[in-house]
């Protein structure tokens, strides 16, 4: 018997349009012979299934939807938003209150990733990779540019602590330019994270777990024609050269399979996320940049160009990723 699957797209930030991008790969890519998939388009004012050219609204008191008379409820949700509600922990805790299982991380593990700053404390506490120098501002709170400057060295990257797909990011060189790039920045959100800029090559891994095993994909280098790698830079074709797998020495990659992983394990990950590195030119040392929750599924995103590039087709992995989630759940219920 198919299973109903929810497939959660749109959400409350600029990365809506990408999101819904992401929300059509997934759709094709899911095996309809084992799945009824209903893709629920989620913004601030309603929640909604499209069905012959009429909305149907979703019933947040138990996450089902009406179509055709019949009352639709789901055996597992796959979450394709990314930024608020569907990467920041809400609409899992939302999830977990009701019991339907999901396929990314959990509520405090979606939340704590998808706080630059506080994300970056926790993975520096590991001690298996290094982590740029960086201020954290708060708004509403006051701050000197002298400290900033005293503390950094330009140039520096000025970007919101909760925001995805590069929206609100500035590399700053000049002095003059650190005030407008933090006031750009605060646009997007409550709080801003400067960092120092590392100088290398930028890496990104895809991290997965399956039947209690966790896996790399293999790795991408990113060269951007723009000054970093931008909102224009991801999601325009030709601005970006993205090479997978990456041309890197083999203790190289084993090193940046095994900090993904390590990292993954140990902020108690699910599902598939994207881990972003730089492997510094001075010293050849890896930097941990973050972890995406949600990472992009487009046809010009990452995440399924490595996948291909590892072997496996994207409908057996995002299948996997679905049997994988509901397996957790049905265990979780049977020790509770």
């Known amino acids: 018997m198919k299973k109903n699957i929810a497939l959660l797209a749109g959400g409350y930030s600029g990365e809506f349009v990408i999101s819904i991008k992401t929300a059509d790969t997934i759709e094709k890519n899911l095996d309809r012979n084992l799945y009824s998939v209903y893709k629920i388009i989620i913004t601030r004012d309603e929640w909604y299934h499209e069905h012959e050219g009429k ?26 938003i990314h930024g608020t509600p569907g990467e920041d922990g809400r609409m899992q805790g939302y999830l977990d209150m009701l019991n339907i299982p999901y396929t990314t991380c959990n509520a405090i593990v979606s939340a704590l990733t998808f706080n630059k700053s506080y994300c970056n404390k926790v993975v520096k506490s590991f001690n ?11 708004k509403g709170e006051s701050y000197s540019m002298g400290a900033i400057l005293d503390r950094l060295k330009l140039p520096v990257f000025v970007k919101p602590n909760e925001s995805g797909s590069s929206l609100g990011v500035s590399k700053v060189k000049q002095v003059e330019q ?85 990292i993954y394990r140990h902020l108690n990950c699910r599902g598939v996320v994207r881990m972003d590195f730089i492997l510094e030119q001075k010293s050849n040392k890896l930097f941990f940049l973050e972890v995406n929750t949600m990472p992009g599924q487009s046809d010009q995103s990452i995440v399924p160009q490595q996948v291909i590039a590892s072997g496996r087709k994207l409908d057996e992995f995002y299948g996997a990723l679905l049997q994988d989630c509901m397996k957790i759940h049905t265990t979780h219920d049977r020790i509770a």
Do not use: M, W
Not at 68 to 77: D, L, P, Q, W, Y
Not at 189 to 196: G, S, Y
């Open 128 to 138: 298996v990779v290094n982590i740029a120098n960086s201020v954290h501002l708060i």
């Open 178 to 262: 650190l005030l407008p790039a933090i006031d750009k920045a605060f646009r997007e959100d409550n709080q801003v994270l400067i960092e120092e800029f590392i100088e290398g090559r930028e890496f990104t891994i895809g991290v997965y777990k399956e039947q209690g095993c966790i896996y790399a994909l293999p790795a991408t280098e990113i060269i951007s024609k723009n000054e970093f790698f931008d909102y224009e830079a991801k999601y325009t074709p030709g601005v970006t050269r993205e090479i997978t797998p990456a041309h890197i020495d083999d203790n190289i990659r084993k090193e940046l399979e095994n900090k993904a992983t390590y």
């Open 55 to 80: 909305k149907i609204q979703v019933d947040k008191n138990d996450f089902s939807i009406v179509v055709n008379g019949e009352k639709i409820v789901f055996a597992c949700v796959f979450i394709a």
